[in-house]
């Protein structure tokens, strides 16, 4: 998957004639964000969910993933797994194709304090959610808020995920790291990517994909 194509039409599609207001973040935040993925998802012809899409089966153990499922062939009843009367799946399910989660950690403004340690430990207890994935693609939203030093390559959550990486013993080579950072300081939105080997060691070498300024005006609630 072509993780610079995948920020830049989520960034493109979050920026797009809107503004932020990056005093907090609160669940619409979250959702516009999940939207988009799942939107990203659909155009890719995978098979979406999010833990706040209302179907049945919106709810999984990340907060966005995208499937792949067999198509459904004309004429067949909806069911899955061969059993008659089983609505879900609708059919067959084949792989997880990518997996995503979005953690806004704790606002404050003072490097040292607990809620600045609060604002990593969060997030970075989410990005274990991720590397657990079995999808070759995985996808992290995160903020620095106003925290200085936190964001950017040399930040404390680029160079924590690194660490956290180097430390994982269940990779899987060629599974590739899309991280989505919303700097406030800078008010800048920055894609990064990393990939694990196929062979060799693993250095985890992070790289800037792209980046979009914030906008002067964004509602969440219109999304």
Known sequence: ????????EFAASMVRERSIDT????????????????????????????TDDRRKSAAYLWDVAWCEEDARK???????????????PAVPYRR?????????????????????????????RDFYKV????????????TGWMFPGQAG????????????????????PGDQYLFIEFDDVARMLRGYCTEV???????????LLGESAYPRKWDPKQL
């Open 23 to 50: 005093s907090e973040r609160l669940s619409d935040w979250s959702a516009a964000v999940k939207t988009r993925l799942v939107r990203l998802g659909k155009r890719r012809n995978y098979a979406p969910f999010a």
């Open 153 to 172: 390559l040399d930040g404390a959550f680029l160079q924590g995920f690194r660490q956290i990486l180097l430390d994982y013993q269940a990779h899987t």
């Open 96 to 124: 997880l194709a990518l997996t995503a989660e979005v953690e806004w950690g704790r606002q404050g403004q003072r490097a040292g304090t607990q809620v600045f340690r609060q604002n990593l430990e969060e997030v970075f």
């Open 74 to 88: 004309r004429g067949a009843p909806p069911t899955g797994a061969s059993i008659p009367g089983l609505q879900f």
């Open 131 to 142: 590397m657990d994935a079995r999808s070759q693609t995985k996808v992290m939203v995160y």
């Open 197 to 207: 080997p196929r062979r060799g060691p693993r250095p985890f070498r992070v790289r």
């Open 1 to 8: 998957m072509d993780l610079k194509l995948l920020f830049d």
